[in-house]
């Protein structure tokens, strides 16, 4: 396993890149509502929808918008990070899916950050880049995994993003933050927590095509 190696020169170096790169690449960004409160002395574990190769840096830029108080973690696959080894100093840490031996390292791993309060972890329940619009969504069970043993109060916040051309040359983005699930619920009841992710995309959706939002976060 890879584990994350925060730096600072990295992230000062990528914050000025990956927002010109972003506003230079869609028209806006687009919040839909505002994120749930959560006490930083709560656990915290990430999961958006997974559609694109932007999806990282989607969840990134909102990370430092509405999480200063946490130290940003992201999962990866194992052969991308070696790839692009650059984004562990930004808070990349690799998981194995071929090996069962990295993977239970990467779940205890994962488990150390959520007990840390100056962190919180971002997963991607999908576990591979679907379609947007696909029917039905699938989901793996890693979460499942992770969430096991926690022994701190931890929360689950679905985020779903859209990618949406209107009436420009660039498409916009539009997120919407989902309601906040205990672990607990997540553990034993993991068919609960699949509806509250898929709710959450399909009403992205839908308030996306209607065009509704409630600040640009470009501006």
């Known amino acids: 396993m890879i584990p994350a190696n925060h730096k600072y020169w990295a992230r000062t170096l990528f914050n000025f890149y990956i927002d010109r790169k972003l506003k230079k690449s869609f028209g806006n960004f687009y919040l839909i509502n505002s994120p749930p409160s959560l006490s930083i002395k709560d656990g915290l574990i990430v999961t958006p929808n997974h559609f694109s190769w932007w999806d990282g840096f989607f969840i990134d830029f909102i990370s430092r918008r509405y999480y200063l108080g946490r130290k940003f973690y992201i999962m990866m696959l194992e052969e991308q990070l070696t790839k692009y080894g650059f984004f562990k100093y930004l808070g990349a840490y690799s998981i194995k899916l071929s090996n069962p031996k990295s993977i239970i390292e990467t779940i205890d791993y994962s488990r150390k950050l959520i ?105």
């Open 115 to 219: 007990e840390d309060e100056n962190s919180f972890v971002v997963v991607y329940p999908q576990g591979e880049i679907q379609p947007f619009d696909i029917e039905p969504i699938e989901i793996k069970k890693g979460l499942r995994n992770i969430t096991k043993g926690l022994k701190k109060q931890t929360f689950v916040l679905p985020i779903a993003f859209k990618v949406q051309y209107d009436n420009q040359q660039t498409p916009d983005v539009y997120v919407r933050f989902g309601e906040l699930v205990n672990v607990q619920t997540v553990h034993k009841n993991y068919d609960s927590y699949f509806e509250c992710f898929v709710n959450n995309i399909k009403q992205c959706s839908k308030e996306a095509t209607y065009k509704n939002k409630s600040v640009n976060l470009f501006e």
